[in-house]
C-alpha cells in the first residue's frame, strides 16, 4: 500500500525559505520517479517540480523556476523540495506523488508566506 508523508512546511515571510519533505514507502521508491504538487484555497491541484528516479533529470513549473530546487535521498526514500525567495502567492497546501499514480498523495504540508 502507497504511502507517502510530507512535512515541512510552516509560516514564513516574504524572502524566506523552507525545505519540504516527503518520505514514500509501499512501493520501490528508486524505481519511481516524484513529484510535487501544490493547491491554493480555491484552486486546482498544480505541477510544481519533478524528478526522475536517479535524479538526473528534473522539471520545474515556471513560477517556481530559479527559486525551487528538487532532490532525492533514495537511501532515505524521501524527496526534498527547497524554496527559496518565497512569496505570498507561493502559500499553499503542498503534496508530493509518484510518476504515473495520480491516485496516491500524503495528506500535504502546508506552506504559508506572510509578513
Known amino acids: 500500500q502507497v504511502h507517502l508523508e510530507e512535512s515541512g512546511g510552516g509560516l514564513v515571510q516574504p524572502g524566506g525559505s523552507l525545505r519540504l519533505s516527503c518520505v514514500g514507502s509501499?512501493?520501490?521508491?528508486?524505481?519511481?520517479?516524484m513529484k510535487w504538487y501544490r493547491q491554493a484555497p480555491g484552486q486546482e491541484r498544480e505541477f510544481v517540480a519533478t524528478?526522475?528516479?536517479?535524479?538526473?533529470?528534473?522539471n520545474f513549473s515556471g513560477s517556481v523556476r530559479g527559486r525551487f530546487s528538487i532532490s532525492r535521498d533514495n537511501s532515505q526514500n524521501t524527496v526534498y523540495l527547497q524554496m527559496t525567495n518565497l512569496k505570498p502567492e507561493d502559500t499553499a497546501v503542498y503534496y508530493c506523488?509518484?510518476?504515473?499514480?495520480?491516485?496516491?498523495w500524503g495528506q500535504g504540508t502546508q506552506v504559508t508566506v506572510s509578513s
Open positions: 506523488g509518484a510518476w504515473g499514480d495520480d491516485d496516491n
Open positions: 509501499g512501493f520501490t521508491f528508486s524505481e519511481k520517479g
Open positions: 524528478i526522475s528516479a536517479h535524479g538526473d533529470f528534473v
